[in-house]
């Protein structure tokens, strides 16, 4: 359900926290923390404020919340256990039309992700098909820890706002 920008800014914490709890990932804490910096302009303002707050976090924080996100065409996944927006995502890169082959690529390259940096590959999957984050993985499994929470950090960012658009009405 989509909700005005007024409709938003007039939500009590717990209504506030069920609507935009999960747009970062099993991370209900970003929103908790923002919504005592109502009123928001609008969906974009919204958005900086979410930003803002993950960006002041301390790099375990940061590390934390791409922790927080299930692996793409993993375990999870084939179990049926997504959430429903991470589930939407995922369909939307074609994730569930990948060969025998090429899941055993994305799962391998997934671990050995996970193994260098202690974190899982985080990539916005409603940006990229298949063939683009299987590409993504294999370049960015050579970058340092460094780079990889802050690119996983802004790829969190951009699944925020497909989230967050999929929730707040834009035409205010
Ligand atoms: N691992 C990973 O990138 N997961 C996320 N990406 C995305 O678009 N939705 C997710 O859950």
Redesign the pocket.
Known sequence: MSHSIQQVNEMKYEEFLQVFGNVV?HCALCAAAIWAHRPFYNVQELHAELCHFIDNLPSIGREGILRL????AGRIAQLGL?TS??KK??LSAGLDTLTEDERETIMDLNERYKEKFGF???????DNKKHAILTGLKIRIENTSEVEVTTGVE?VKK?MMYRLLDLVKTDN
């Not at 996100?69 to 793409?72: E, I, S």
């Not at 899982?120 to 409603?126: E, G, K, L, S, Y």
């Open positions: 990932e996100h299930p692996d793409l997504l927006e991470s995502e995922q899982p590959f985080v990539i916005c999957a409603r790829e699944i």
